[in-house]
């Protein structure tokens, strides 16, 4: 006897093996799913797939959010701990990693997180070997850096979220300040997404308005209006923000969605995310930092040549060597 569903459909072509604009998420902890969530929101994919060790967890998250496909653009949402589920993926997101311990160094940590990715990046690979690998676990930079070694891919193929969401809040801070849209205030950060990351003083505008030219000590400690400690603000955010609700989570989830937006877009969008610095500004160390770099659907496709004055210059390689310093002690590459 015919089924309802045979009843009801009558087929006329082959349906497509393979999913058009399929987005992996590895590591369904809060940055994962919020990273997760955004791209469902913006309706980027055709399907979803999510991948992580606890298997409770993973399948939770997964019917949860097949619950809501009804509100959703997303024809597929799968999720499993064998890689298998991701194969034919456009973009991976990685997300996983081990939480850094009291009194940890980085560098251990690191070296714990090496063994992590040891057991992921291969997979990916073998099951998309042509998707774009974005990486969100920190410390990002280094953490890109060793996706690159693990996975054999291009550089161009693999990009670290980096200085994204650092900008944005740059751009966010400048912009309650001085009462316009954030999208209308135009400032980067580039070069390491924590600490020593750089402010870019001589490229903050308004309509083409440079700041500095109307407030020529911006940046300095000679700055009556003490634009520097936006700077602060925005390398303390994260921490204060883990400080009261313990992680962050919904901006880089944005962040995130943007990035894939522009890659599976191919909307050639500039962003500062983390890619090879070797040769650019002096750096003669095989690291990966923040550049205002273009995204398109094959990947990073071209850095944009920053005119930056010579102290924002020594602090982009400040900010390289500080990375080199942990990176060139990371075994088992």
């Known amino acids: 006897m015919a089924t309802v569903k045979d009843q009801l459909i009558s087929p006329i072509a082959e349906e497509a093996k393979v999913p058009n604009n399929k987005i992996t998420v590895v590591g369904v902890g809060m940055v994962g799913m919020a990273a997760a969530v955004s791209v469902l929101g913006k309706g980027l994919c055709d399907e979803l797939a999510l991948v992580d060790v606890m298997e409770d967890r993973l399948k939770g998250e997964m019917m949860d959010l097949q619950h ?6 997303t024809h597929k949402i799968v999720a499993d701990k064998d890689y298998a589920v991701t194969a034919n993926s456009r ?3 990685l997300t996983a990693g081990v939480r850094q311990q009291e009194g940890e160094s980085r560098l251990n940590l690191l070296q714990r997180n090496v063994t992590v990715f040891k057991n992921i ?3 990916v690979v073998k099951y998309s070997p042509n998707c774009i690998i974005l990486v969100v676990s920190n410390p990002v930079d280094i953490m890109t850096y060793i ?3 693990l996975s054999g891919l291009p550089k161009h193929r693999v990009i670290g979220s980096g200085c994204n969401l650092d900008t944005a809040r740059f751009r966010y801070l400048m912009s309650q300040r001085l009462g316009i849209h954030p999208s209308s205030c135009h400032g980067w950060i580039l070069g390491e997404h ?3 990351s ?4 001589s490229g903050m505008n308004v309509a083409g308005v440079s700041l500095q030219q109307l407030n020529p000590a911006m940046g300095t400690d000679k700055d009556p209006e003490n ?3 936006v700077h602060k603000q925005v390398v303390a955010s994260a921490y204060e923000v883990i400080k009261l609700k313990g992680y962050t989570n919904w901006a880089i989830g944005f962040s995130v969605a943007d990035l894939c937006e522009t890659i599976l877009k191919n909307l050639h969008r500039v962003h500062s995310v983390a890619t090879l610095v070797k040769g650019m500004y002096g750096i003669q160390h095989e690291v990966f930092l923040s550049l205002p770099s273009v995204l398109s659907a094959s990947g990073l496709t071209s850095v944009i040549n920053q005119k930056l004055k010579d102290d924002e210059v020594a602090q982009l390689r400040k900010s390289a060597d500080t990375l080199w310093d942990v990176q060139k002690d990371v075994k088992d590459l």
């Open 147 to 149: 996706t690159w070694k």
């Open 198 to 201: 750089v402010a870019v003083w």
């Open 227 to 229: 634009w520097k400690e």
């Open 121 to 123: 990046v291969p997979h």
């Open 194 to 196: 924590g600490d020593s």
């Open 68 to 73: 809501g496909s009804v509100f959703l653009h």
């Open 91 to 93: 973009i991976v997101v």
